[in-house]
């Protein structure tokens, strides 16, 4: 059966809350509901739904292979700590989600909903939410945190560089990457993804590919070519979204 096949009776209202494990036909389980409850309030912070498409496929192929956008870019009196929950709620791991709707209650309960991204005041408050959301991730990466906090700061202030978490399978790297997300995102960063797959035909480049295209997409095409600068026409060749957003971009020289 083909993905087509599968969802070609499926209403595209029912799939943009629909977890990746669902899409793929695999098991559900109760982290499948927090998936769709965290899809429902992106769309009740940002008046849609986190993936949008032509069709069921097209929605369904961005739950599987696509990070969301932050609710932030879409409004940006979001408050940070409940805009890294709902990017938690919607990690394509099951395993990177929190642990239960009781979790979640008690992070929703820790957040100042009153409070804009302008005030500062409730980001300790938040942080502790969020790190009692994490149900002991940390535990035996305190001090990779720390390096990683500390680089992300450097970051922060204007010394950025390429940082790499390189371990073997399974011993945690991608939450510690989600944690770190979530510390990047309480700060004021802004937090983009890219996945590498193992699969052959994967295009070159492809985890930027995606973290440029997502950025793209929700930026206004001046304030795009104001930061991308001279590098825009380069970086058009390998994301064609950039091209698509600025029309009138010069080629780059041979």
């Not at 977890?19 to 309030?41: C, H, N, R």
């Not at 009153?114 to 408050?125: H, K, Y």
Request: glycine share 8%.
């Amino acid at each position: 059966m083909t993905l087509t096949d599968y969802v070609g009776n499926i209403n595209v209202s029912t799939v943009s809350y629909m977890p990746p494990e669902q899409a793929m036909g695999g098991e559900v389980t109760p982290k499948s509901d927090l998936y769709s409850l965290g899809a429902m309030l992106y769309e009740m912070v940002t008046g849609r739904p986190p993936f949008l498409g032509d069709d069921s496929v097209a929605i369904i192929g961005q739950h599987i292979n696509t990070p969301p956008v932050a609710p932030t870019w879409h409004n940006s009196e979001c408050p940070r700590a409940l805009d890294a929950l709902i990017l938690r709620l919607l990690a394509k791991d099951p395993s990177e989600r929190p642990e239960s709707a009781t979790d979640v209650l008690s992070a929703l309960d820790a957040i100042d909903l009153t409070t804009s991204v302008e005030q500062p005041a409730a980001v300790v408050d938040e942080a502790h939410a969020l790190d009692s959301l994490a149900g002991g991730v940390f535990v035996g990466r305190q001090r990779e945190m720390g390096d990683l906090k500390a680089c992300l700061e450097d970051a922060l202030s204007g010394r950025g560089r390429l940082v790499m978490l390189v371990g073997e399978p399974g011993i945690g790297k991608t939450r510690t990457a989600q944690e770190l997300a979530t510390y990047a995102g309480l700060r004021g960063a802004q937090v983009l993804w890219g996945r590498s797959y193992e699969e052959q035909g994967v295009p070159s480049y492809w985890p930027w590919v995606q973290a440029i295209r997502s950025y793209v997409r929700e930026r206004d095409p001046e304030q795009l070519r104001s930061e991308m600068g001279a590098g825009a026409a380069d970086i058009a060749e390998v994301v064609s979204d950039v091209r698509e957003r600025l029309p009138d971009l010069q080629s780059p020289p041979e």
